[in-house]
Structures are given as structure tokens and as C-alpha cells.
């Protein structure tokens, strides 16, 4: 459910989805000794980009960060102004699904929560041709830990992602590639989810509850959905989680 409270909320809180510094500098260090010197980068679904700070400072490398919804991209700058990375960093408004640059553009194409608005698959397929020859292409995604599903975890995402993967199927999709080589990959871990993701939403939605519901009514059903994703990761983070895949193209 994304509308316009949901938009304003996502815009308050660092993050747009889970994910950490640990978690970023772990997926970055497996492929840093056999990247060229300064890379070029591209971030798709990069959000307010905390995730693209960090990689213009691990890479020294230069980033383009690209996303749809500009007030993310603004906020972006102005944090890449602050960090004093703004040389390292520019931001493009465009479309994940259709990319305007050349082919082998890129050292690295880097997603973190953004690739399954295209669905793992049809992402790492669409985004081949703009990475160089023996690039890379880094992606955390959403899966299933377990074989064994709990129905309100699948329900969730039958609607959020369907088609979602299990980690094991992941594994075997990935490993059996044609374009890419599977290098590594691990979990996120779960401080993404909870410190550095939820604490912040659900602070966002109390204050909104406190301040800003009685006028905005229609902003109910809105906060409850997001109240009761939180709540499934609460009850069930043993079996959903994201995995960051890190590949190379062949
Ligand atoms: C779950 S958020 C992840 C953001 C960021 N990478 C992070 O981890 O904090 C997904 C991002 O994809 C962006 N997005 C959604 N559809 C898109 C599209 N078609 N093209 C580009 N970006 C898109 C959203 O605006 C949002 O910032």
C-alpha cells in the first residue's frame, strides 16, 4: 500500500527500507580488491541514500544515485553536500525500468531493497547490459529463510512480492546464472530491520497519531498497515529477511 501518508512518512524517517552501515561495508569489502581503483557506480532505488554516502566513501569511487521520487533525491544532495562528498555523488530522477545510459556504463550497479519493484530476475536481467565486462551487480532482496512458510507471512507478501523467493531457491537460481557469477552472499542482519528501519517508522507513526491524525483521517488505514508489517517481522524475523546478493557479470 503506497500512497501519499505512506510517501510523507518514508520521507521522515533515514531509510526507506531495511539496511545497515555493517551490512553495506560487508557486501562492499567482497568485491573491493577486484574493483578498478575509483569506480563508476550506479544506485538504483537509492532513496534518501544513506546507503550511496557510504559507498562513495568505502569505493572513493564516483555514484550516481537514481530514484523516481524527487524529494529523496533533494534530501540526498543536500546530505552528500554535508558529508563533503558531493564530488562523489550526482542524483538522477528517472525510472529503474528504463535506464538512460549507454551500455557498460557502470563498474558496479549496487540496489539495496529496490530491485523487487522489477522482481529479482527480471532486474538482474534488464540491468546486465549497463554494467562493464567483469562488473558487478550487488542487490539486497527479500526472501523466504525457510523452506516452510507461516500463511500470514506468505499472505503478506503474496501481495507485497509475489513470487518471492526462498532463500534456498535464491541460492540455486543464482548459482546457475548465465550472465552473472554468484561470489557471495549473506543476511542482513536483523538490527537493519529493527534499529536502523522500523524504530524509526514506528517513532514516525506515533508522532503522526499525536499531531496529525485528527486532521487526516484518511491516513488511518495507512498507519495500521505499516503497524502491522512491523508487527509480522516482530512475531516472525525467523522466517523472512533480506539477502544481499553479490554477483559478477560473466
Ligand atoms: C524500499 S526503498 C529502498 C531505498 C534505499 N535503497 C534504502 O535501502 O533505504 C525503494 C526505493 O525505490 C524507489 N523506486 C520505486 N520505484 C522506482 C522506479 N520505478 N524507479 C526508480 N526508483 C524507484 C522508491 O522511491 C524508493 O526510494
Redo the contacts with the bound molecule.
Sequence with gaps: MIDQYFMELFERIP???P?SKEDTTRAFKAIKSSLKDRPYILD?????G??TIDLARLSGGHVIA????EP?LTELEANAIQAGLDNHVDVYE????SLPFNPESFDLIWA???AF?MGLESALEYWHSFIKKDGFAVISDAVYLQDEIPEPVFEFFEEEYPGMLTLNEGIELLKDEEKYRLIDHFTLSKEAWTTHFYEHLKREIDLFRENELSKNLKAKPTLEYLESEIDLYNQFNDYFGYEFWILRKK
Excluded at 538504483?44 to 534518501?48: E, F, L, R, T, V
Excluded at 528517472?94 to 525500468?97: A, K, L, R, T, W
Design positions: 531509510r526507506q527500507g539496511g538504483i532505488g537509492c532513496g534518501k544513506v546507503q537514481l530514484d523516481n521520487h529523496f528517472g525510472d529503474m525500468m539495496e531493497g529496490s519493484i
